[in-house]
């Protein structure tokens, strides 16, 4: 399974740990989750207390099961966490390899210019903007790959680290 959704990256690797620890590991209602994650890991809303929730099942940190979301006690790796990132996150591969191709620095829009055929079609149909969207997805995909030193910044683009 691939996961779409990811949250703004942080400024450290170590916001990830600290969101983790705020998921009880007792199984708890996504609503009651999140409450606990904007009090205890200061995530400032509900929608991006479910961006981090959706992330972390993609860094096999947290499983969702029928009574809700709980923590993955032996899951904090670290080491795990790039190799989980581009196996588990929707279009990962893609974009590294459209990094790893590309002779200069990319804009985030030209990064989504060349995956745009990547987006689902139900996906398009949702939202008159679903290019904005996506555009974004890529953006934070391309701060993520950075964080996980996939990639590297250079100017106003990205480049294959």
């Known amino acids: 399974m691939r996961f779409k959704i990811v949250p703004p990256v942080p400024d450290s690797p170590a916001r990830i740990e600290t969101v983790w620890k705020a998921v009880p ?7 009651s989750c999140c409450q606990r994650l904007m009090a205890d890991a200061d ?5 991006e207390a479910k961006e981090w929730l959706t992330f972390c099942r993609a860094l096999k940190l947290v499983e ?5 979301y709980a923590r993955i006690r032996d899951g904090y790796d670290p080491a795990e966490f790039p190799e989980r990132f581009r196996e588990r996150v929707y279009a990962v591969p893609e974009l590294l390899a459209v990094l790893a191709d590309a ?8 990064v989504f210019d060349r995956l745009r ?14 290019e904005g969207t996506w555009t974004r997805r ?3 995909l391309l ?6 030193g996939f990639a590297e910044r250079a100017g106003d683009g990205y480049r294959a680290a």
Do not use: K, M
């Not at 995530?43 to 929608?47: E, G, I, K, R, T």
């Not at 969702?64 to 809700?68: M, Q, Y």
């Not at 990547?118 to 939202?127: F, G, L, S």
């Open 138 to 140: 890529v953006e934070r």
């Open 103 to 110: 002779e200069e620095p990319l804009s985030p829009e030209v």
């Open 43 to 47: 995530v400032p809303s509900q929608d």
């Open 25 to 31: 590991i007792v199984p708890d209602p996504e609503d």
């Open 143 to 148: 701060e993520w790959a950075v964080l996980f």
């Open 64 to 68: 969702e099961g029928p009574r809700g």
């Open 117 to 130: 055929g990547r987006v689902p079609a139900w996906e398009r149909a949702r939202t008159n903007d679903w």
